[in-house]
C-alpha cells in the first residue's frame, strides 16, 4: 500500500478518466491516504495489539481505498480502452482478498 501510494504521488497523470474527475484522483492527499494506511497495515503486523476496534478500522480504511482503486482502474480500461490497467486490477483484486481474509481470521 506503501508503495502504490508512492506510486500515485509521484504520477500526476495516472487518472484521466472521466476527464472531469483528473485532477481530484490525482491528488496528493488521496496518495498520502493511501500511504498512511500502507504504515497502518505494517504496523499491524508487526504490533501485537489487542485493539480489535483500531485493528478493523486500518483493515476497512485499506480494504475501501483499494477497491476504490481497482474500480477506478476497472473503468478506465473498461471505459477508455486503456489496457494497461489488467495488471494493477489483478493485484488489487488479490490484495484485496488478502486484507479481507486477514479481517476475517485474524494475522496468524
Not at 489496457?83 to 494475522?107: E, H, Q, W
Amino acid at each position: 500500500m506503501v508503495l502504490i501510494g508512492s506510486t500515485l504521488w509521484g504520477d500526476e497523470h495516472h487518472f484521466f478518466y472521466p476527464p472531469q474527475y483528473a485532477g481530484i484522483m490525482n491528488a496528493d492527499w488521496i496518495d498520502a491516504i493511501a500511504v498512511f494506511l500502507g504504515i497502518g497495515l505494517i504496523v499491524l503486523a508487526f504490533v501485537d495489539s489487542s485493539n480489535k476496534a483500531l485493528a478493523g478500522m486500518i483493515l476497512s480504511c485499506s480494504a475501501g481505498f483499494i477497491s476504490l482503486i481497482t474500480l477506478v482502474e476497472i473503468f478506465h480500461m473498461w471505459f477508455a480502452g486503456v489496457f494497461r490497467f489488467d495488471v494493477p486490477i489483478a493485484y488489487g483484486l488479490i490484495f484485496l482478498l488478502v486484507i479481507m481474509n486477514v479481517a476475517k481470521n485474524g494475522k496468524k
